[in-house]
Nanobody, 122 residues
Framework: QVQLEESGGGLVQAGGSLRLSCAVP????????LAWYRQGPGNQRELVSRIGTDSVTKYADSVKGRFTITRDNAKNTVYLQMNNLKPEDTAVYYC????????????????WGQGTQVTVSS
């Protein structure tokens, strides 16, 4: 039983910022990679960013330079700082636990948060 709890979504204007948070059970937090995915209307879920157990990070090209993923081991929380938001960032954002590299791609782990809505208006 693993529960991931996301927060921080909301409605912002283009150019604004939000910080998403995802709380993870402490007993497994440091042993797993954390990632953020998103799914916009009519789109497939896509990887936004990932931070490994070694703190190596990965970003989708569409958010590179605007989003920053961090993990705080003391708080068992992963964050996604989103700056200079654009309307195309509008989506439900999901925290994911345990993603791995496979066949040259990042595949999600088995555990997902409930999702938090991010809406960017213009």
């Amino acid at each position: 039983q693993v529960q991931l709890e996301e927060s921080g979504g909301g409605l912002v204007q283009a150019g604004g910022s939000l910080r998403l948070s995802c709380a993870v059970p402490g007993r497994i937090f440091i042993l797993n990679a954390l990632a953020w995915y998103r799914q916009g209307p009519g789109n497939q879920r896509e990887l936004v960013s990932r931070i490994g157990t070694d703190s190596v990070t990965k970003y989708a090209d569409s958010v590179k330079g605007r989003f920053t993923i961090t993990r705080d081991n003391a708080k068992n929380t992963v964050y996604l700082q989103m700056n200079n938001l654009k309307p195309e960032d509008t989506a439900v954002y999901y925290c994911n636990l345990g993603s791995k590299r496979s066949y040259g791609k990042i595949v999600p782990g088995d555990y997902w948060g409930q999702g938090t809505q991010v809406t960017v208006s213009s």
